[in-house]
């Protein structure tokens, strides 16, 4: 999976980049036109005093977020049309002069848009492109290359996620979810209590001196106590 950070749009610039709150129902695929890397992409759609915005940038290394995905974007030229104001819009870099890198964002942007059909239940039915909404010849190179080239790209790794393997799985979940065996690994915001917990012999741990508590247990037994203490 292509790597994704966020460098978001601060709040106080909602009102003209992201103003409406929404609920997505597709994907929205365009090209930069230029060939400035993910980073500078989202910085400069940021920092610009105008209503041109998109939710992702995608170059050779990793996808940047610059707008949450709950909000619209002003990105395919249909005003409060569906495109904006219902989908995810993705900016593929480096699509002035093409070649490797151009290859390499594509298939990165790929990659992401099956994330997003993943998280929310979508198919390739939702991957749509900018002209779409307003004729504008956009993504142009990936047209000129085929836009069902890039959908089948897209497919396979909705394929992949599919077929992800049982250890893949407990992976995901380790990761989401892990396992404190220390109190020096408990977060910060729960370890007064959970000690609290040890020290009171309501938690024993697993033998060996391991807590052995997941990241829910501790929730759970951290809520428990302090909805105790405040009856």
Not at 58 to 67: E, F, I, R, T, W
Not at 163 to 183: F, G, Q, S
């Amino acid at each position: 999976m292509v790597k994704n950070i966020k460098k978001l749009c601060p709040p106080e610039r909602y009102a003209i980049k992201c103003p409406y709150t929404r609920r997505p129902s597709r994907v929205v695929v365009h090209n930069t036109g230029n060939d400035a890397p993910a980073e500078n992409e989202v910085s400069y759609m940021i920092n610009r005093d105008d209503e041109i915005s998109f939710h992702y940038a995608v170059d050779g290394q990793k996808a940047v977020q610059g707008l949450p995905e709950n909000r619209n974007a002003w990105a395919s030229g249909d005003g409060t049309g569906k495109g904006n104001m219902e989908g995810i819009h993705i900016e593929i870099c480096y699509s002035l002069s093409g070649g490797p890198r151009f290859a390499k964002a594509e298939d990165n942007a790929a990659q992401l848009t099956a994330d997003i059909l993943r998280r929310y239940g979508w198919g390739l039915a939702q991957v749509t492109k900018h002209q779409d909404y307003d004729g504008k010849y956009c993504p142009h190179r990936t047209l000129d290359l085929g836009w069902e080239r890039f959908k089948k790209m897209v497919e396979k790794y909705l394929k992949e996620d599919d077929d992800m393997t049982a250890a893949e799985v407990k992976e995901i979940i380790r990761k989401e979810n892990p396992t404190y065996n220390t109190l020096d690994e408990v977060p910060s915001y729960w370890r007064a209590d959970i000690k609290e917990l040890v020290d009171k012999g309501i938690i024993s741990g697993t033998g060996g001196g391991k807590l052995g508590l997941t990241k829910s247990d501790c929730k759970a037994a951290v809520l428990a106590k302090r909805i105790r203490e405040k009856l």
